[in-house]
């Protein structure tokens, strides 16, 4: 008999096993894959952005983070990573391990998992859990639910707390490349650019981000999409499309006077812009208009392949919003990805998933 079976070796499931172990429970992880932490280790380009100083106010599509995250805040998760070893450090606003490596967390999790006997079983599925708790052979007073979620690396199991009453909201891909119509990005694969970048949907203003852009064969990636992506997947659309300001620190006279004072456009840009901006038309002020209003038709949400997380999940309204237990089951708790939260990017999901771990780990 465990006193906690979690469910999902991702790193919310890790956090929760250490905490939960420190106060002297017994603890077992199941975990589907052959290994802990597989996706930790895609996470910020294999550098494991995780966390960022910004504050939280706006950052998630739910206040249902706001307790939690206000008393595992970010130098709680600071002390918490410094006593598993893990030194971290602080580039523009975004935390990252010292050594810019997303293997260094895992391994320091690990370790610590081991130091304290947290028994870990690898290339175990779940695929029910019996009154009791009885999952898959083993017993426990309490069952977390740490699954995450099916972007990128597939299959979730948000279901499993079903049979308890809890409903999943419908899962969209977030943080995600976008395509649009293939108008306007001829011969742009892989050219970057800084620009601000609005979000229309049905003709309504949805938001706007001022980051990077990169062109592709059939959309657009980069931060200032990811961020836009998850404001599209938050809200039900028929037609959506992108407008680039290219030159956002200019307004549109400055613009035209530029290209007047330096005599074209063909130095501004990369030559494949500049050949898509001309097309358009080569006068002065369609020039400046196309860089002011450079659109991109019919955006989509990219597949949940490529997504880095999605949208949606357990309903929160069924969990308790300190403590992450079951308001329909005693002894069942669900952190991280698996429930219905979504951050920006720049760490905010791996921040949820981390302060939701040590939420249940000194609750259960
Ligand atoms: C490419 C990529 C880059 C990202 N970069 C960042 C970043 O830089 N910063 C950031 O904040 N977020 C990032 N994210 C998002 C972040 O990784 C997730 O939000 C976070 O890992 C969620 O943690 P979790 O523990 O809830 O779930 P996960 O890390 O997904 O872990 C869940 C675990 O449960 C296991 N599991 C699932 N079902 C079962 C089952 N039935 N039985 C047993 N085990 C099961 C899975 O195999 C998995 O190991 C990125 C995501 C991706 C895909």
Known sequence: MYDLLIIGGGISGMVCAITSARRGKSVLILERAEKVGKKLLATGNGKCNMANTAGIDGKY??????????????????????????????????????SEQASSVLNALRK????????????????????????NGYKAK???????????????????????????TNLRPALVPMLTAPNNLKGLRGVRVKALVKLFADNKYIGECRDEVIFKDNGVSGTAIFNLSLMLARVPYKFAYLTLDLMPEYNYDEVKALIKKLGGV??????????????????LDSIAKTIKNYQLD???????????????????????????????????????????????CGGYNIMWAVASGMAVGENV
């Open 61 to 98: 599509n739910t206040t249902f983070v706001n307790d939690i995250l206000e008393k595992y805040n970010l130098d709680v998760q600071r002390k918490f990573f410094h006593s598993i070893g893990l030194l971290t450090k602080e580039v523009e606003g975004r935390i990252y391990p010292y």
């Open 112 to 135: 610590e998992l081991d130091n304290l006997n947290v028994r870990v079983v690898v290339s175990e599925s779940v695929s029910r859990i019996d009154s009791g708790f009885m999952v």
């Open 142 to 168: 309490s069952v977390l639910l740490a699954t995450g979620s099916k972007a990128t690396f597939g299959e979730s199991s948000g279901y499993l707390y079903e049979r308890y009453g809890h409903q999943n």
């Open 266 to 283: 063909e130095n501004l840009f990369h030559k494949e812009l500049v050949n898509n901006i001309l097309r358009k038309g080569d006068d």
């Open 298 to 344: 019919n955006a989509r949400l990219g597949s949940m392949e490529l997504a880095q997380i999605c949208c949606g999940g357990l309903l929160t309204d069924d969990f308790d919003s300190n403590t992450l237990e079951s308001k329909l089951q005693k002894g069942l708790y669900a952190s991280g990805e698996v429930l219905d939260v979504d951050g920006e």
